[in-house]
C-alpha cells in the first residue's frame, strides 16, 4: 500500500516538478539578495546619519556617524564603530574607529549643534564651529553660527565663481588654442620638412611661406603662454585673497582646525533636522551625483562623467553593432542560398558569444586601436606621428565602443535571423506575387514585421554591453577623465579616454586608497549602472511592445 | 498529348507540354491546357498531384523554390511567360494570386489594397482612394469595412482577410486571377461569399482556381482540368466532366471511387 503509493508519488514525476521549482526559486532568491543589498546600501547612503558623542570612562570624548556593533576578532569583546571622520587631525589619518563597549560611559548624546562638513579634501569633518573669519564679504546674515557660515559659504562661493570661475573659463580656453597651435607648429615643421627631405614638390617659396607661418605661429603660441601665466597670477591673487574666508572648527577634543570657506562643499547638522530637511538634503545629493564631477578620488562627489561616458558608449556601440548585425542577419536569412557555408557561419556566430570578452578587449587594442587608429593617425596627422604623437591611435571611446560593437554584433544576428524566419512564407509569397521585388518585400513587410524581433535583439545588446568592463579597460577607459568624449568639432571628442560607471565600480571598489570611505560610492555607482541600463532597456520594451501589438501576426 | 481548346472563348493562357521537375523528381508530366478567357477554370486531383505547382507556373512564383526546371510552353497573350528576359514583376502584376492560407500584410486595411500599387509606384491621392474603393466593392468587402479602412487589417474575420486578399489582387487591374484552394481554410458561409464573388468577377477577370472539393469545382467553374499524378487527365466543359466524363479515372475521382 505504502509501496504503491511511493511508486505513483515518483511516476507522477512529483519530484521533478519540485527539483525544477527549487531550482527557481534558488536563482530568484540570490537575485533579490543582490539587488537589496545594492538597494538598501546605495539608496541609503545619502540620508544624513545622526552624530553621536560618546563619552568614554577615561573621559576621552569620541564624535561621529554610528556605523555598527561587532565584536573584537581577538579578545572577544563587543565594540562599535564609528565614522569620525576628520581624518587630518587624526594621527592615523582614519576616518573610521572601533571602541570598547566597555570602556562607554553612560549613553550616547547627540547634541544638536554639531556640524558635519563636506569638504574639497580631506574628506569630512564633524565638529563645532569656533569662529568664522570671514573678512571678504560684507555682511553676513543669520541667527545661529551654522546659518552665519552657511551664508558666508554661499558668499564665498558666489565670489570665487565670478571672480575665480571666469578665469578658469579662459584659461581652459587658452590651453585649448595652445594645443592647437602646438599642433599647427608640428604640421608647419613637418610641411618643410618634406620638402627639404625632396619628398614631396616644392619650391622655395613655398618653403619661405612656411617658414613665415611659422614665426607668426610660435609668437602666437608664445602670447599665449604669457596671457595664460598672467591669468595664472591673477587667480592666485583672487585665491589667496578668497581663502582668507575661512572657519576654526573644534573637534570632540578641542583640537581646532582652520578651514578655507572655498574648499566647504556643504555643511549640515544632522541632529538638528527635521524630515523635510532631510529629504531637501539627500535630494540635493542625489542631484550632485548626477550632474558634478567626482572628488577626492572618485570616493566623493559627483558621477556625471562615468554616467555620459557609459550612455556614449552604448550608443556608439549601437552605431556599430545594429547596423552590422541587422544587414548580416538579413544576409544569412533572404539573400544566401541554404547550404554547409551558411550553416556553418551561423556556428559561428552562435559561438562567437562564447569567447571571453577579453579577448574580444585584446582584438580591439590590436585591431582597432594599433591598427585601425595608427593608420587613421598616418593619414589624418602625420606630422603628429612624426613627433610621436597619437591621436587616434591610442585607447579611445570610439574604439571601445566598435569593440563592444564586435561583441554584441553575434546577439543581434542572431535575433534578426529568428525574427525573419518567423514569419510565415505565405507573407513573402502574398508581396511578390503583387509584382514586388525582394527588396520591396523586405522594407516593406518583412522588416517591420521582423521589427519587435530585432528589437529584442538590441536590447540583449545593450544589457550586454552596459555590463561589459573587461574589454573596456585595454580600449580606452580611465579612472579620471579631464573632457568629456564629446565635441563639435572633428574628431567630435570620439578619440578621447572616457570614464565608465562599471570600471569605476572596480576603481574606487578595489584600487582607492581608503576603501572603507569608497563603500558607499560602490554601492551608489552599482546602484546607478543597474538604473540606467534597466531605463535603457525599459525604452525598449516599450517601443517593442508597441511594434509587436501592431506587427502581430494573428493565426487564423 | 493533344491540346484539348476550349471553343466558345479566346484562350489567354496557352500551356503546351508543360513538364516540371523539383530537382530530379518530376511533378508535371506534358501537361496541355488553354485557358479561355475571361471564365473561370477549374484545376481538380486529388491531393500531391501537381495542382499548385501547375498553377504557380503561371505567374513563375515556382521561381522561388531552388532547383526548379521547366520545359514546354506557357503563353500568356502570345508571349512566352518564361522567356528570362520578360519582366517577372510585370508579369504577376498581370497574374495575380490568392493563396490557400489568407497572407494580409501587417497593415491598414487601406495599406493592403494599396500595396501592388504603391510597389508600382502609384502615390497619388485619388487614384489610390479610387482604387481602395473600387477594389473593395468588387471584392464585396466594402460595406463592411468602409468606416475603417486605416484600420490594421489583422482584425478582420479569416473570411474576410480572404476577400481583402482578393481585392488586393485585383486592385492591380490584372488580366487573370490565381486562386489555390481559397476556401480551404475558411468556413462554409465565407467560403459561399468567395463562391459568389466569383461569380461575379467571372466575366471581367479569368479565374483559374485550384480547388478539393468538386461541388466547388461544378458551382463556380465553366471549365475544369483534371489532373492526376501529374498528367492532364482530361479538361472540358464543366458540365460535360461533370455529366458525361471521357475518361474512366475522371469518372472514379469525380463520383469520389478514390483522391
Ligand atoms: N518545393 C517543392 N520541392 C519539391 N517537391 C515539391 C515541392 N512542392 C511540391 N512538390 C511535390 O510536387 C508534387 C505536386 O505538389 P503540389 O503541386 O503541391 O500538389 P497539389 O497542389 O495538387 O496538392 C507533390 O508530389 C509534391 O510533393
Ligand atoms: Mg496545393
Known amino acids: 500500500m505504502n509501496r504503491d503509493a511511493s511508486k505513483g508519488f515518483w511516476r507522477q514525476g512529483e519530484p521533478f516538478v519540485w527539483a525544477t521549482g527549487t531550482a527557481l526559486s534558488i536563482t530568484l532568491i540570490i537575485m533579490a539578495i543582490l539587488l537589496v543589498v545594492v538597494m538598501v546600501n546605495g539608496l541609503g547612503v545619502f540620508w544624513p546619519k545622526s552624530v553621536a558623542e560618546a563619552t568614554f570612562n577615561d573621559g576621552a570624548v569620541a564624535l561621529g556617524e554610528f556605523q555598527k556593533d561587532s565584536k573584537n576578532n581577538e579578545t572577544g569583546e563587543e565594540e562599535f564603530q564609528f565614522k569620525t571622520a576628520n581624518r587630518d587631525l587624526d594621527p592615523q589619518m582614519q576616518d573610521f574607529h572601533w571602541y570598547y563597549r566597555k570602556n562607554l560611559k553612560g549613553e550616547f548624546r547627540y547634541p544638536t549643534d554639531v556640524i558635519v562638513m563636506e569638504r574639497m579634501e580631506n574628506g569630512n569633518f564633524i565638529g563645532y564651529i569656533k569662529e568664522i573669519k570671514a573678512v571678504n564679504v560684507e555682511s553676513i546674515k543669520g541667527e545661529t553660527d551654522a546659518s552665519r557660515l552657511r551664508d558666508a559659504i554661499a558668499k564665498t562661493h558666489a565670489r570665487y565663481e565670478s571672480e575665480v570661475g571666469t578665469i578658469l573659463d579662459k584659461t581652459s580656453g587658452l590651453a585649448d588654442d595652445l594645443q592647437n597651435i602646438r599642433y599647427a607648429i608640428l604640421k608647419v615643421k613637418y610641411d618643410s620638412e618634406q620638402i627639404q627631405l625632396g619628398k614631396r614638390s616644392g619650391v622655395q617659396a613655398e618653403l619661405d611661406r612656411l617658414g613665415a607661418e611659422m614665426k607668426k605661429l610660435v609668437a602666437e603660441e608664445e602670447r599665449i603662454k604669457e596671457t595664460s601665466d598672467e591669468l595664472v597670477k591673477e587667480q592666485e591673487l583672487y585665491e589667496s585673497a578668497l581663502r582668507k574666508n575661512s572657519v576654526i572648527m573644534a573637534d570632540s577634543a578641542g583640537r581646532t582646525k582652520e578651514i578655507p570657506l572655498v574648499d566647504i562643499v556643504r555643511i549640515y547638522q544632522p541632529n538638528n533636522m527635521g524630515y523635510p530637511a532631510k529629504v531637501w538634503h539627500y535630494i540635493s545629493k542625489v542631484f550632485e551625483l548626477l550632474t558634478a564631477d567626482p572628488r577626492e578620488s572618485n570616493t566623493e562627489g559627483g558621477l556625471f562623467p562615468a554616467i555620459f561616458g557609459t550612455i556614449m558608449l552604448i550608443f556608439l556601440m549601437a552605431f556599430t553593432s545594429f547596423p552590422l548585425g541587422v544587414m548580416a542577419g538579413i544576409y544569412l536569412r533572404e539573400y544566401a542560398k541554404d547550404g554547409v557555408m551558411v550553416r556553418l557561419v551561423r556556428i559561428a556566430v552562435n559561438n562567437l558569444a562564447g569567447i571571453p570578452s577579453i579577448v574580444y578587449g585584446i582584438f580591439g587594442l590590436g585591431f582597432f586601436v594599433y591598427q585601425v587608429g595608427g593608420t587613421l593617425d598616418s593619414w589624418i596627422y602625420p606630422e603628429r606621428v612624426a613627433a610621436g604623437v597619437s591621436t587616434f591611435g591610442t585607447g579611445g571611446i570610439i574604439w571601445a565602443s566598435m569593440t563592444l560593437g564586435l561583441l554584441t554584433v553575434p546577439v543581434v544576428i542572431v535575433s534578426v535571423e529568428e525574427a525573419l524566419g518567423a514569419i510565415p512564407m505565405g507573407v513573402r509569397e ?127 | 498529348m493533344e491540346t484539348k481548346t476550349a471553343v466558345d472563348s ?129 471584392a464585396a468587402l466594402w460595406d463592411e469595412v468602409k468606416d475603417r479602412l486605416h484600420v490594421s487589417a489583422l482584425g478582420l474575420s479569416g473570411g474576410q482577410h480572404q476577400r481583402l486578399c482578393i481585392a488586393r489582387a485585383i486592385a492591380v487591374q490584372p488580366e487573370v486571377i490565381l486562386m489555390d484552394e481559397p476556401c480551404s481554410a475558411l468556413d462554409p458561409r465565407s467560403t459561399a461569399r468567395i463562391e459568389d464573388l466569383i461569380g461575379e468577377l467571372r466575366g471581367d477577370y479569368t479565374i483559374i482556381i485550384v480547388t478539393h472539393n468538386m461541388q466547388q469545382a461544378a458551382r463556380v467553374s465553366d471549365y475544369t482540368a ?27 475521382y469525380i463520383t469520389g471511387r478514390f483522391g
Open chain 2, 226 to 252: 483534371f489532373l492526376y499524378e501529374g498528367l492532364l487527365v482530361e479538361f472540358g466543359a464543366t458540365k460535360q466532366l461533370f455529366t458525361n466524363p471521357e475518361k474512366k479515372e475522371t469518372e472514379d
Open chain 1, 430 to 556: 502574398g508581396s511578390l506575387a503583387l509584382g514586388a521585388t525582394k527588396f520591396q518585400t523586405l522594407v516593406r513587410v518583412l522588416l517591420p514585421m521582423a521589427s519587435p524581433g530585432i528589437m529584442t535583439g538590441f536590447i540583449l545588446a545593450m544589457a550586454r554591453a552596459a555590463g561589459e568592463v573587461a574589454p573596456l579597460m585595454i580600449t580606452g577607459v580611465v579612472k579620471l577623465a579631464p573632457t568629456l568624449p564629446i565635441d563639435w568639432k572633428f574628431p567630435f571628442g570620439f578619440d578621447r579616454k572616457f570614464m565608465h560607471l562599471g570600471f569605476h565600480i572596480y576603481d574606487i571598489g578595489f584600487q582607492s586608497p581608503n576603501v572603507e570611505a569608497a563603500k558607499p560610492m560602490v554601492y551608489i555607482t552599482t546602484l546607478l549602472l543597474l538604473l540606467i541600463v534597466l531605463a535603457m532597456t525599459s525604452v525598449a520594451i516599450v517601443l517593442r511592445n508597441k511594434m509587436r501589438k501592431r506587427y502581430q501576426i494573428r493565426s487564423i
Open chain 2, 10 to 138: 479566346e484562350p489567354i493562357i496557352k500551356t503546351s507540354n508543360v513538364c516540371l521537375f523539383y530537382g530530379e523528381s518530376q511533378a508535371l508530366f506534358d501537361v496541355s491546357v488553354d485557358f479561355p478567357g475571361n471564365m473561370v477554370t477549374a484545376l481538380i486531383g486529388p491531393s500531391g498531384c501537381g495542382k499548385s505547382t501547375f498553377l504557380r507556373c503561371m505567374n513563375r512564383m515556382n521561381d522561388l523554390v531552388d532547383g526548379v526546371r521547366i520545359t514546354g510552353s506557357l503563353q500568356l497573350d502570345g508571349h512566352e511567360i518564361n522567356d528570362p528576359t520578360l519582366d517577372v514583376i510585370d508579369l504577376r502584376r498581370k497574374v495575380g494570386m490568392v493563396f490557400q492560407k489568407p497572407n494580409p500584410f501587417p497593415k491598414s486595411i487601406y495599406e493592403n489594397v494599396v500595396y501592388g500599387l504603391r510597389i508600382a509606384g502609384v502615390n497619388d491621392r485619388d487614384t489610390l482612394d479610387s482604387a481602395v474603393e473600387n477594389s473593395l466593392k468588387r
